[in-house]
């Protein structure tokens, strides 16, 4: 598990994004905004849901402006790799099952599942009819093999996408152990390696951590289930704007105890 948890060295300001949800204007908005914000030193993390359920054009465009704006933050001075972290959002738990849903018991059910979850997106997005596939989903694992790997090409053939996929990690936290970001849940009775997929779909035990999680200062996600805007509670902080799904995108600096010391959105 270590291996999927990035470490960010502490700062004064870490800058966290909250998700994005395929909204490409919503980001640029707020990379514009963020470009004249930073200053040497400062970390940035994104939360994750990329790949939302928006146009084909959207989703495409969302990730080749992560792709520049990484560019952007990697050439800074003094910036190391490390101070940039991705983190894998719902969205992109789907879209990497999807790429093996060969192997599922029942392939048929689990796309109608992510069906409902917005995965209908990122199929269009490189080129597929969500309709058509639900259709080879029930076609047996020959033709759905055939499938996913006509899809992977094609998310292959998209500069950079498929490896800012293999690069998102299913956490960060600080090196100080202070800070924990996750993308929407987080289970407070285990510890962050044994999460399982609490990260993508434990939104409700997010939300019921009333106590101080070991050390940390403070638990920050990126995708509610329910309220949106930015949700401070004693020890954990949401920052779901809605953006993708009518509202907005936030992006918050934080201090070294998880306190928010700056904010900016995309409206």
């Known amino acids: 598990m270590s291996t999927v948890l990035a470490p960010i060295k502490p700062a004064e300001r870490i800058w966290v994004v909250g998700a994005i949800n395929g909204d490409h204007g919503a980001l640029c908005a707020v990379h ?4 004249q914000h930073m200053k040497p ?15 084909a054009e959207n989703v495409v465009a969302t990730i080749n402006e992560l792709l520049l704006f990484r560019r952007f933050f990697i050439a800074k001075d003094g910036v190391d790799i490390s101070d940039i972290a991705f983190l894998r959002g719902a969205a992109e738990e789907m879209l990497s099952k999807l790429q093996q849903i060969q192997f599922a018991p029942n392939p048929g059910e689990v796309f109608d599942w992510m069906l409902t979850r917005g995965i209908a997106g990122p ?7 969500p309709v058509h596939v639900q259709r080879t989903m029930h076609q047996g694992a020959h033709a759905i093999s055939q499938w996913t790997s006509g899809f992977a ?6 500069s950079g996408h498929n ?8 956490a960060a936290y600080s090196t100080d152990g202070r800070l924990i970001f996750v993308h929407t849940g987080l289970d407070g009775s285990r510890p962050l390696t044994g999460q399982t997929d609490t990260f993508w779909w434990g939104g409700s035990m997010f939300e ?8 940390c200062a403070r638990i920050v996600r990126g995708a509610s289930q329910g309220q949106t805007g930015l949700q401070e ?9 809605g953006a993708g799904r009518g509202g907005h995108l936030i992006a918050v600096a934080l201090d070294g105890q998880g306190a928010v ?3 900016i959105t995309s409206s």
């Open 233 to 241: 509670r004693e020890f954990t902080l949401s920052l779901d704007g």
């Open 153 to 158: 090409d094609a998310v292959r053939r998209h």
């Open 261 to 263: 010391i700056e904010q």
């Open 123 to 129: 199929v269009r997005a490189y080129g597929f009819d």
């Open 41 to 55: 030193g400062d970390r940035l993390v994104y939360l994750g849901n990329y790949w939302g359920d928006g146009s």
């Open 163 to 170: 490896a800012l996929m293999s690069d998102l990690k299913h």
């Open 208 to 215: 019921a951590i009333t106590e101080r999680y070991y050390d």
């Open 32 to 35: 514009q905004k963020l470009a």
